[in-house]
């Protein structure tokens, strides 16, 4: 799995380390990011990029700010002149993303997309950068997107309820994810409120809710999370089932009757 984003912030960037050690441990993914490969990547980005995207099967966004920033000012510096800037490693993988859509529109890779609720402003643009039709809202759409992910081997092997449910409440991995959303989020709120002071405005109402007790554990997904979960689980083992007994009836059957016309009287 290939993760792109962009290090907004050093609260940003601690949501993204969490988010991809929650990925290895809830859907064993190998994770490769720009924080994974800093040693490859002084030596050569393209290099980085080509390879990854070789590699990957799967391709998770992380829409920020600053990442829909760079998508939109490289989309409106190729419409008039040439860029001749020197370009992040989340806009190369971003360009290579489209590259690799346009030329291999059939390609094995899954395209996902997530943001977490400090990013402001939920626009178009977010399922345009990222080629999804669907952006995942963390932490809210977590388990949702972690049962997506765990999908990409479904072919290979039925999928169980038990391994789609949410993690217990001690999960270490997914409490420093909450906790350092929480962080982040409060960053974000400040800096707001700072730039409205300094403009010499009241300070705009924070968009995201702050009624919510943040001091209070991730809890486990609610009863209509577990039922849609429940549903899917039964709909992709059913789809399984079919493709393993169409295969085995494929297999079995006779010789003649796969090659030999059916001659009517």
């Not at 370009?87 to 993988?93: A, F, H, I, K, M």
């Amino acid at each position: 799995m290939i993760v792109i984003y962009e290090a907004d912030c050093p609260e940003h960037l601690e949501v993204v380390r969490q988010l991809t050690r929650v990925l290895r441990s809830h859907c064993l993914f190998d994770v490769v990011s720009e924080m994974t490969r800093e040693t490859e990547i002084r030596h050569s980005k393209t290099d980085f990029v080509l390879d990854s995207f070789r590699r990957a099967d799967v391709v998770l966004t992380v829409v920020s700010e600053r990442l829909r920033s760079a998508w939109l000012e490289r989309r409106r510096d190729h419409r008039t002149t040439p860029d001749n800037r020197l370009r992040s490693v989340g806009e190369l993988l971003l360009q290579q993303l489209r590259e690799d859509y346009v030329l291999r529109p059939r390609g094995v890779k899954l395209r996902v997309a997530a943001r977490f609720d400090y990013t402001p402003a939920r626009t178009d643009v977010d399922t345009d950068l990222a080629l999804v039709s669907e952006v995942y809202e963390l932490m809210d759409d977590i388990y949702r997107l972690l049962f997506v992910l765990r999908g990409v081997n479904r072919r290979t092997q039925a999928l169980s309820l038990a391994c789609c449910l949410p993690p217990v409440s001690d999960d270490i991995t997914m409490s420093r994810l909450t906790e350092s959303v929480v962080v982040a989020r409060q960053r974000y709120q400040q800096v707001r409120v700072n730039a409205g002071a300094s403009n010499g405005l009241a300070a705009e109402r924070d968009d995201i809710s702050l009624s919510i007790d943040e001091t209070e554990p991730f809890n486990a997904a609610t009863s209509f999370d577990t039922l849609y979960i429940s549903q899917r689980v039964s709909q992709l083992n059913e789809e399984y089932d079919n493709e393993l007994a169409q295969s085995q009836l494929v297999s079995r059957a006779p010789a003649f009757s796969r090659s030999c016309p059916v001659i009517m009287p």
